[in-house]
């Protein structure tokens, strides 16, 4: 188990860069997500630290120690793609055996180690089947089983669970977690799905473009995000544009809206942005007065979801996304008006 530590790290194709400075740090026995678009260097980055090729500039340390110039096969990391890769003319101990017998461990020592790596992933009745006889998540859990067995320092995961369908998906999560926290090893898990992000990990990394936009803790990047890529790319964000006065926004229409303090702000006269999430905007009541922002616009339709609706407001030609609970019984119809209302806290000043 260890630390990993990356510095500045970059990495081109010819002229493209697909990262650019990219520094983060993965403590020892956590479970980071790292989350973008397609394309933007997340598996550049994971491959880097597992040794497919060196970095044109930047350091990478494991347990302290520096490993941007030593090969792949010294590193020993654990890591599982998307496609899942088994040998297909071997069986299910084989396959997992596999990077044991590269290693020279002895056939004793290797039986054990296998048997020990699928009863973490509850394979152990399984052991004699061909890839082909299992299931998408079976063989998923063998591929699992194959990174771990050689106790790595690290487990790289790359979209491991794209290929599965949502149950399966859903289940393998949990799965993974259990996995995760049992071995304790530091996992660093690349996925576009910000659902899965934000249910298991301790710490988020956002790429764009190959930068580092953003790194933090789930709830922390969701509720309190700095720029306005990370708002809107994890979870579901509406969006004002104004001007800055004094810390607050000034829209188009002369109203200033209320924000939390924080690094988006700009000086007054400067444009800029700020968020407000669904579920913190209020439908206010008629005798609601109250304080904090307040906008009046029309509904304009509602999605019923059992628990929660979604309710669209159009405010001055623009969408605003409502997150009604569905405990109380407002009477909500389309084309009704309404007044919308949330706090100058949870208003949340964007860079953009
Ligand atoms: N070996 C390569 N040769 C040329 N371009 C590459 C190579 N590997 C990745 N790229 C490019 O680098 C960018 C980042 O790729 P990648 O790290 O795979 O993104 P992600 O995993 O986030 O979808 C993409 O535009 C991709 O086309
Ligand atoms: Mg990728």
Same mark, same amino acid.
């Given at each position: 188990m260890a630390s990993v530590e990356v510095r500045n790290l970059s990495r081109s194709f010819g002229t493209f860069k697909a990262l650019d400075d990219v520094s983060i740090s993965f403590e020892d026995g956590g479970f980071y997500a790292l989350l973008g678009p397609s394309g933007s260097g997340k598996t550049t980055l994971l491959r880097l630290i597992a040794g497919f090729g060196y970095p044109d500039q930047g350091h990478i340390a494991i347990g302290g120690e520096s490993v941007e110039r030593v090969p792949l096969e010294k590193r020993n990391i654990g890591m599982v793609f998307q496609s899942y890769a088994l040998f297909p003319n071997m069986n299910v101990f084989d396959n997992i055996a596999f990077g044991l017998d590269v290693r020279g461990v002895p056939r004793e020592d290797a039986a054990r180690e296998v048997r020990r790596a699928l009863e973490l992933v509850q394979l152990s009745e399984l052991e004699t089947r061909r890839p082909h006889q299992l299931s998408g998540g079976q063989r998923q859990r063998v591929a699992l089983a194959r990174a771990i067995v050689i106790n790595p320092r690290v487990l790289l995961l790359d979209e491991p669970l794209g290929a599965l369908d949502k149950a399966l998906r859903l289940d393998m999560q949990v799965e993974l977690k259990r996995i995760q926290r049992e071995v304790g090893i530091t996992t660093i898990f690349v996925t576009h799905d910000q659902e899965e992000a934000l249910t298991m990990s301790d710490r988020i990394g956002i790429l764009r473009a190959g930068q580092l936009v953003e790194e933090g803790a789930p709830e922390d990047i969701y509720r309190r995000p700095k720029t306005r890529f990370a708002a809107t790319f994890l979870g579901e964000a509406n969006i004002f544009e104004g001007i800055w006065t004094d810390g607050r926004l000034r829209l188009a229409d002369g109203t200033l809206l209320e924000t939390a303090p924080g690094a988006g702000r700009g000086a007054t006269g400067e444009p800029g942005c700020c968020l407000i999430r669904p579920e913190q905007v209020r439908i206010a009541g008629?005798?609601? +007065? +109250?304080?904090g922002n307040r906008l009046e616009g029309r509904i304009t339709r509602r999605l019923f979801a059992g628990n929660w609706t979604t309710v669209f407001v159009d405010y001055q030609g623009k969408t605003i996304r409502v997150g009604q609970a569905n405990t109380d019984f407002l009477k909500l119809e389309d084309g009704s008006k309404v007044t919308l209302a949330f706090s100058g806290s949870n208003t949340i000043p964007l860079q953009s």
């Open positions: 008629e005798n609601d +007065g +109250g304080t």
